[in-house]
């Protein structure tokens, strides 16, 4: 995708430079190939109106490649990034950073070779190197976002997301503070529409994105799980299951959607299908900075689920009775639809 760029000077191209060499799975790479509102090759094909021309340099689907200094190869455009001659571009930073300072020799990740050194680039240099260059900084996927798998109690690496690293009050030579994608993965639509909006941002079309204090966009992060749940019907009426493969709550088997921000219940998850417990898994809070220690042991019930569940069991079978009737009433004709000589729907001369 690289090639689509016609030159690393023109003004006109934002480049998106991404570094997936965060402690890391590509899972979110992986996922925003399933985006369709818009699809990724809608972003860098131009296809949507008044957006700016991108040249995207992504690892997953780079065709470029190789370490020859000098030549337009995938590394290549991060080198002339810092050197100033790529202007604008978008950082994306996929995976944890690693604290490269707890340690006295080696390194727990890196993105290319220093070309004098012949060394490994750290991750958390490149974020020395690129982030005061860069227009706008994107956190993709948790890990990246708020540390994630990787930051869980009792690790080595002392993994942080990119808020952590840089500073939450950070803000781009553009004003812009980190932008926050989280999700082990990220929705695939949250992260194109978010990256939309950053273009249509960077061409002057949009106002400043609306961050919340965690720096997600508050119009994908502003409900929660269980106000978007198909399954919330059951919630309230008191019926819960106590296994899976069955339409009820999955509150008592683990799902934490109650308090959990994240917006798959409504969304889905692919062109609209999907979403943990629509599709009856229980929600963890894989979007949460909280994620995933906060949210252990997964299987077990959330803390005052108990409690919540217990009073919508009591007033949930009184409602569901009350229903019933209601519900057979309903469910029967008017009795004025009959046959017979008389009229008798109430019609008056
Ligand atoms: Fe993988 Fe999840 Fe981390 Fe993304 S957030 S890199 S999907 S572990
Ligand atoms: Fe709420 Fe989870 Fe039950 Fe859905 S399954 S209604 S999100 S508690
Ligand atoms: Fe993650 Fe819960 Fe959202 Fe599923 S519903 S994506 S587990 S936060």
Redesign the pocket.
Known sequence: MSGTATSATETDVVHILWINAGL?????SV?LTAAMQPSIEEIVTGALPGLPKVAVHWPLIDYECGPVQGADNFIEWFFKAERGEIEPFVLVV???IPNEQIKNEGYWCGFGDDPETGQPITTSEWLDRLAPKATAVVAI????TYG???AMAGNPTGAMGVPDYLGWDWKSKAGLPIVCVP????QPDNFAETLTYLLYQLAGSAPMIPLDEQLRPTWLFGATVHEGCDRGGYYEQGQFASEYGTPECLVRLGCWGPVVKCNVTKRGWINGVGGCPNVGGICIGCTMPGFPDKFMPFMDAPPGSHVSSNASSAYGAVIRRLRTITSKTLDKEPKWRRTGRQLTTGYRT
């Open positions: 890391s799975c590509d899972g979110d996922a996929e995976g944890s996927g948790t890990c990246a994630g798998i990787h999700g082990c993965p990220i």
